[in-house]
């Protein structure tokens, strides 16, 4: 498959096909904790980046052969909404299942109305808001030259009240760049302005691209939610039911896992519902075969392909 991944497990969408519309670090933004790495392609050029028609067989083939999937969520590689053709896409897979669809996009595009009109059929968006000065904005997300604050938080605010589906917005908290209360304070007042369900703080779970940024700490989150009010809620980690698996499927399966974003045993671990020690096993000897690297973060080991680094937030 070259435009679906998963079914993979998400913090937030339960059981989650990717659906990667965007070449690997195609990008409107270059932001130091994303886990890709560094943008490839920083670019606010919309087209027919990958061609519709393959995206759509794929999916179909997809579901033909998995049950029990949660959302169909446009993410992995690159910002989706860059994808010209993200709105017929849309409408193509509910002309052929009732699965809702989710759109996790970092929002730079929305004051582009044909963006906006684009996502107007997904059952879910979740923009990202992680800053609103402009100072924070350069050092944080890096975006393309071309980008003004102001445009996409008033692209934000038009498409939040045309929008009837459900609409999360995602900040996700870096230590020494977002962290402040003076931050969060304008943050939180910017969004007063958005028709928002749920405001969903997160932080550094996995290896950022820049390798000094460090995660909040859970106070610091705490202060964040409090900040945000009601609406604001710590994402916590996705949990399953144990089940149990063939030894060969259990090596696919933490492949498939570690196919978009590295992870760690614990967490692999609790995503598939094996336990440690059979996943920390099955980790050792990918590595050994040369199919996993090892790298370090934030005191804990995680792995990712040999062969390439990827995935997006899910």
Known sequence: MKYVFGPVPSR????????????????????VYCQLGPTTVRTLERRQWVPENDIIEEIKDTLARHTGIDYLTFSGSGEPTLHAGIGRII?????????????????????????????????LVIPSVDCVSTKIFQRLNRPHPDLRMENILRGLETFSHDY?????VEIMIARGFN????????????LE??????????????????????????EELELAR?????????????????????????????????????????????????????????????????????????????YRPANTVGGGRQ
């Open 226 to 302: 409090d900040i945000l009010g009601e609406r604001a809620e710590i994402i916590g980690d996705f949990t399953k039911e144990k089940i149990l698996f063939e030894e060969t499927d259990i090596r696919q399966r933490i492949l498939h896992l570690l196919q978009r974003h590295p992870d760690s045993a614990r967490r692999i671990s609790a995503a598939l519902g094996i336990s440690m020690s059979i996943v920390e096993l099955h980790l050792r000897r990918l590595a050994d075969e040369g199919k996993l690297q090892r790298i370090e973060h934030a005191g804990e080991q995680f």
């Open 91 to 123: 409408r193509e897979i509910q002309a052929i299942c009732a699965i809702p669809i989710a759109v996790i996009t970092n929002g730079t595009l929305l004051f582009e109305q044909e963006v906006r009109e684009g996502l107007m059929s997904a059952d």
């Open 12 to 31: 937030r969408l339960g059981y989650s096909l990717g659906i990667d519309v965007i070449p690997f670090k195609t990008c409107t933004l270059d932001c």
């Open 179 to 190: 962290d402040t209360a003076e931050e969060l304070e304008c943050i939180a007042k910017k």
């Open 164 to 168: 009837s589906g459900a609409l999360w």
């Open 193 to 218: 302005r958005v028709r928002i369900d749920k405001i969903q703080i997160n932080t550094v779970t996995r290896p950022p691209s820049d390798t000094q940024i460090e995660p909040a700490s859970r």
